[in-house]
């Protein structure tokens, strides 16, 4: 769909994890999000830097995990109930609403206005981030 209108100019947008740090660079030659991890970017294989069209930095909360991985229990994202979220599209950002009643439903993404928020035709990335 067609970008709301609003949003403001971002050129780079940077989530950190104890064990990771992504950036986001906004391309306007390719008009593409490209990511880079722990400063170097990422690539796929034959494929060149990773490149979605959108990228959703989603605030939730983590818990442990019932389960273990290698001795340890991990962390895990909670992706129902609502909080805030940053879109980046098309060189901007907008910060939305986001919301999953349950498991079964989809999450929406709303402005400010009670717009939904549309996302550019290509890749999507979501990446979870704390509250």
């Known amino acids: 769909g067609s970008a709301p209108r609003g949003g403001r100019v971002m050129k780079s947008f940077t989530v950190a994890y104890p064990a990771a740090k992504f950036q986001f660079k906004w391309s306007s030659r390719i008009r593409r999000w490209l990511v880079w991890t722990d400063g170097s970017p990422d690539r796929a294989t034959g494929h060149g830097q990773l490149r979605p069209a959108t990228v959703i930095i989603q605030r939730t909360t983590f818990r442990t ?11 895990y994202a909670v992706t129902t109930g609502s909080g805030g979220a940053v879109i980046l599209r098309n060189g901007r950002a907008w910060n939305v609403h986001w919301s999953r009643p349950n ?10 206005s009670g717009q939904r928020m549309t996302f550019a035709t290509g890749q999507a ?3 979870y981030a704390r509250k």
């Open 65 to 75: 995990s019932r389960f273990l991985e290698r001795g340890v229990r991990p962390p």
């Open 103 to 112: 498991s079964n439903a989809g999450t929406t993404f709303t402005l400010p």
């Open 125 to 127: 990335w979501v990446v």
